[in-house]
């Protein structure tokens, strides 16, 4: 089951960030980002747990994936491309005519995940990450 992300979910995105989910989101910033208005996201639950999560921020008419997660022992089964979807249905429905994110040229996962669900290459940005690490820049028309 999908459903809509809530701030009473900041503890537990912020306990996976812990684990090994290293972009740089702390309970703060999403406080922040959901006041804001323009922030959303998903959850996917089994059997009333959260096992992976994704979140994306308006700008004007375009969107940006923020994050997206999966616990490890639930990965491979569908569930980012589901997040993905979701996140893209919510971002056309608020008036969004593109889909941007960053992700680190290494992680291979992501990048596979993101191409399965339509995302092209749309550039690079240099030492975008804290450790030094190029971003690719991907985009979805939605
Ligand atoms: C990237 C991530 C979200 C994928 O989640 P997931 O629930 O496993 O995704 P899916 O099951 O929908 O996988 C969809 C496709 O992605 C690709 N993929 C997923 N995991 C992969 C892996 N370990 N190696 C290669 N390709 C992979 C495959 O093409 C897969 O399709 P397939 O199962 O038909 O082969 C998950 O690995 C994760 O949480 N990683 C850590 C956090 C992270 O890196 N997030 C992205 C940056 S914020």
Same mark, same amino acid.
């Given at each position: 089951?999908?459903?809509?992300?809530?701030?009473?979910?900041?503890?537990?995105?912020?306990?996976?960030?812990?684990?090994?989910?290293?972009?740089?989101?702390?309970?703060?910033?999403?406080?922040?980002?959901?006041?804001?208005?323009?922030?959303?996201?998903?959850?996917?639950?089994?059997?009333?747990? %959260? *096992?992976?999560? &994704? @979140?994306?921020?308006?700008? $004007?008419?375009?969107?940006? =994936? /923020?994050?997206?997660?999966?616990?490890?022992?639930?990965?491979?089964?569908?569930?980012?491309?589901?997040?993905?979807? %979701? *996140?893209?249905? &919510? @971002?056309?429905?608020?008036? $969004?005519?593109?889909?941007? =994110? /960053?992700?680190?040229?290494?992680?291979?996962?992501?990048?596979?995940?993101?191409?399965?669900?339509?995302?092209?290459? %749309?550039?690079?940005? &240099? @030492?975008?990450?804290?450790?030094?690490?190029?971003?690719?820049?991907?985009?979805?028309?939605?």
């Amino acid at each position: 089951m999908i459903r809509a992300l809530d701030t009473k979910d900041i503890p537990f995105i912020v306990s996976a960030r812990n684990i090994d989910f290293c972009d740089g989101w702390n309970g703060a910033m999403l406080e922040s980002a959901f006041a804001g208005g323009r922030f959303f996201g998903f959850v996917a639950e089994d059997s009333g747990k %959260a *096992v992976a999560f &994704a @979140a994306a921020d308006m700008a $004007a008419d375009t969107a940006d =994936l /923020e994050f997206i997660y999966t616990f490890p022992e639930y990965r491979k089964k569908g569930l980012g491309t589901s997040l993905v979807r %979701a *996140v893209c249905d &919510a @971002a056309r429905g608020r008036g $969004a005519v593109k889909l941007f =994110l /960053e992700v680190r040229k290494s992680n291979l996962p992501a990048l596979a995940l993101y191409e399965k669900a339509g995302f092209v290459k %749309a550039g690079e940005r &240099a @030492a975008y990450y804290g450790d030094g690490e190029t971003a690719t820049v991907m985009v979805k028309e939605l």
